[in-house]
DNA sequence: TTATGTGCAAAACATTTGCAGGAGT
DNA sequence: ACTCCTGCAAATGTTTTGCACATAA
């Protein structure tokens, strides 16, 4: 883990960083905190929530402001979309080529200084989808 | 205000709409509560917030869920993107012409069925990096 | 008249924060 | 030792909900 100078490598954030690197999925604080738990069975989800914030403003991980009511948090830092399943909330990657022109394109036609862009996509992921053909025969 | 049958056009429902329409701006719920409570002082937050999202289920108006800890609404339902200012949280159109081919392309490399996708652009608008310049000279 | 909607207040969530004690360096 | 960090619990901010009364159709 890249710390600044005075930012200490403590059990916790080993662990929460281990536990994030685990998974494809994107989880939510309180999933993170769940599997974290299971290690460490003392931790504070506000313990959770602190490194959680400090390692997305380090750009050691991805603090992901996707649809839905939680912020999701992301292992994998370089540019890459996401698609959000409606009908279960799941966060997938999606491996469509990140397209940094459309920033130039941006700063043209506005007056903002452009910093990034992010695509979500929505839809139904395959396990809803055949649980919905399921319901559909009974 | 196009409504399902047993839907009813309301004092309150017609003002949220009426005040939604003439900003230009995303509002929150909280910020349409505001805005329609000078016309409706008695006005509850519950009422905003039920007919906003009512309102959008129908598809009336459009509920953005783009990055921050609110959500806001659009009163412009057709296709378009958004920027978001990080440093002010205030969010606005860009027109950029929408790509619905992408959700083509989406639909092929992932199992995903694809509904639609959004984007948002983040950087700092126009009025937060005039004020950062002055208080550099400052 | 009667089902739907409203105002109000409380509840439910998600996230942040204050503080006293704990631990990395 | 000296900070920085943690667990805990309380506070904050956003959204949802239950209920008695009001109102559109």
């Known amino acids: 883990m890249q710390l600044t100078p005075q930012m200490r490598l403590t059990t916790q954030r080993q662990i929460i ?10 989880p939510t604080a309180n999933e993170v905190y769940d599997m974290v738990r299971k290690r460490l069975p003392r931790i504070g989800l506000g313990t959770v929530y602190r490194n959680l914030e400090l390692m997305s403003e380090t750009g050691i991980i991805l603090k992901l402001e996707v649809g839905g009511t939680q912020k999701r948090f992301d292992a994998t830092v370089d540019p890459h979309y996401h698609i959000r399943c409606l009908s279960c909330g799941k ?14 394109t941006a ?29 559909m025969v009974n």
């Open 17 to 26: 960083l281990e536990e994030l690197g685990k998974v494809k999925t994107h």
């Open 91 to 104: 966060v997938n990657d999606i491996d469509i080529p990140v397209m940094e022109e459309i920033n130039k």
């Open 107 to 135: 700063a043209e036609i506005s007056q903002y200084q452009i910093l990034g862009h992010h695509i979500e996509f929505s839809g139904i992921c395959e396990t809803c989808n055949s649980q919905e053909k399921e319901q």
